[in-house]
């Protein structure tokens, strides 16, 4: 199984089974763009009831977010309760809890029905403070889950071996294995006659005689009634690409010395950004997942460092014997803290429909959402339609950043196209280096790799034209205004560019 960096997840440890074929039915009720959890779940959803439905995936299954995840299900979510109830109200509040409830339930009802063996396991969850300023933010924290319903309680010890100043555990949370769920979701959608089409990148729809006209890069045309858009940003400059902002997450897999010593809870600190931890159960192994140092796409100085820190966080709590994975992956928020699931704003005949934003809570909202879209497209109604909808009017301070978001936008379209490394010749990049500079005149994303051969790509995005940045652990060309992402030789990582960065030949320079 691949994914959209050069470090391997544990997630990608999956049996090869085929999967995706090219598709000669091109007509359909419904397409759905891009096979992770939200894709996957609707697809089936809406193939249960009788529609004629295609998963179209640019790469292939789980190559995005879903492959990269720490697969924590939680009901109580990454942004704090206290500050969703500040933002939205209890009443709204009380409904993203119901949300979050209903999302783990399809998820066991899916493992249930269709046996899907992806370890999926009931836990309590953990929420620990290490200074008085962070257990003042953990006592609201914990005053917001008591109040919504959830059973909440102060305790003295935590799973993990770390002393809390004040510590609090939750009910209702869990964890499990993210590619044998979607894997699983795949084969009971492709067993109910649903098409999955590998390789097929979306570069635009279109309204042609009534219907959608979507077109690939490759040149293929299908058509549909409905398409939905499971990819968190959507093709080329539109409006929902401005309201939410990528994220990177970095996460490392570590087998301990002590075999008793993994938790059996999912666990957070209330650092800023936070940690998470968990365990992941792979046959007769059993591995600690720590991650955390968060931060905007392509707004780090060096990439690797967020590893090392990570690594140090955890040899100075834990007993490890060996890290044996680390990798990082993106996710998007919106601004304002809830996920935007729905009709897409501004095509106002109800064809288009669109999940994203989902923050940290991706398995959750991902499964959320499908369920919400294969409502909306058979019922022209569904459960959370108001809550979650992309059209809503946020409150004031969601507005403000959003402004504030596409400043940070506008100051890296301007300030990185002046920002330049400056070097002499070729030979002062050392291998494994890359950088954006002048070269000949020319301004050029230049990277050499171990064995010294040179790969030169215009460091021009390819969206809306920022200047990408180099990736030093997952070897790619971020964008830093939307989130796009390519590879060593300018290959689409990650949209919503849907076209390569180009590149030049380094003889001709
Ligand atoms: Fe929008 Fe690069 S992703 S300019």
Request: hydrophobic fraction near 35%.
């Amino acid at each position: 199984m691949e994914r959209d960096g050069n470090n391997r997840s544990i997630w990608q440890d999956v049996p090869d089974r085929t999967i995706g074929k090219i598709s000669n039915r091109e007509d359909v009720d419904v397409l759905v763009i891009g096979a992770g959890i939200t894709g996957m779940t609707a697809a089936l959803a809406l193939q249960e009831e009788g529609q004629i439905c295609s998963v179209l995936e640019a790469n292939s299954i789980a190559f995005g977010t879903t492959g990269g995840t720490s697969a924590h299900l939680n009901t109580v979510l990454d942004t704090p309760y206290s500050d969703i109830i500040k933002q939205h109200g209890l009443d709204k509040t009380r409904e993203v809890l119901q949300s979050t409830r209903r999302a783990m339930d399809l998820i066991r009802d899916n493992v249930e029905k269709y046996a899907i063996d992806c370890d999926l396991i009931d836990c309590n969850g953990q929420m620990y403070a290490t200074t008085g300023e962070e257990k003042e933010e953990l006592q609201k924290i914990k005053d917001a889950i008591l109040q919504l319903g959830i059973s909440c309680s102060e305790i003295d010890n935590l799973a993990i071996p770390v002393k809390p100043l004040y510590a609090i555990e939750f009910a209702e949370q869990g964890h499990f294995n993210p590619t044998k769920y979607i894997l699983g979701l795949a084969g009971a959608f492709e067993a109910l006659g649903g098409m999955i089409v590998t390789g097929a990148l979306v570069q635009h729809v279109k309204r042609i005689d009534g219907r959608l006209s979507v077109t690939t890069a490759d040149g293929r045309v299908f058509r549909a009634d409905k398409v939905i858009y499971a990819t968190h940003t959507t093709p080329g400059i539109q409006l929902m690409n401005f309201r939410i902002a990528p994220y990177r997450s970095y996460l490392q897999l570590w087998e301990l010395a002590d075999h008793a010593a993994y938790p059996d809870k999912v666990l957070y600190d209330m650092e800023d950004p936070f940690h998470y931890f968990r365990t992941v159960v792979q046959g007769e192994n059993r591995f600690l997942l720590v991650g955390g140092q968060d931060h905007k796409t392509a707004h780090g100085e060096n990439e690797n460092v967020n590893f090392l820190e990570l690594q140090a966080f955890v040899t100075a709590r834990f007993n490890t014997k060996r890290k044996v994975y680390q990798w990082s992956s993106q996710y998007y928020e919106s601004q304002d803290a809830l996920p935007f699931i729905g009709y897409y704003p501004g095509k106002s005949d109800g064809r288009e429909l669109i999940a994203t934003g989902f923050g940290g809570n991706g398995m959750i909202f991902g499964s959320l959402s499908g369920h919400m879209l294969a409502d909306l497209i058979l019922k022209e109604t569904c459960e959370f339609e108001k809550l979650y909808s992309p059209t809503r009017f946020g409150p004031l301070s969601s507005v403000k950043d959003l402004v504030m978001e596409n400043v940070d936008v506008v100051k890296h379209f301007v300030k990185d196209r002046l920002a330049v490394d400056k070097i002499e010749g070729l030979s002062e990049l050392a291998k494994g280096e890359a950088a954006v500079l002048k070269y000949e005149g020319k301004r050029i994303g230049i990277y050499k790799d171990q064995e010294g051969a040179i790969s030169a790509v215009d460091p021009v995005c390819r969206h809306a034209g920022c200047i990408v940045k180099w990736n030093n652990t997952e070897e790619s060309w971020d964008c830093p205004c939307h989130g796009a992402r390519y590879g060593i030789n300018g290959e689409l990582l990650t949209g919503p560019a849907v076209a390569p960065l180009a590149s030049h030949d380094i003889d001709k320079l």
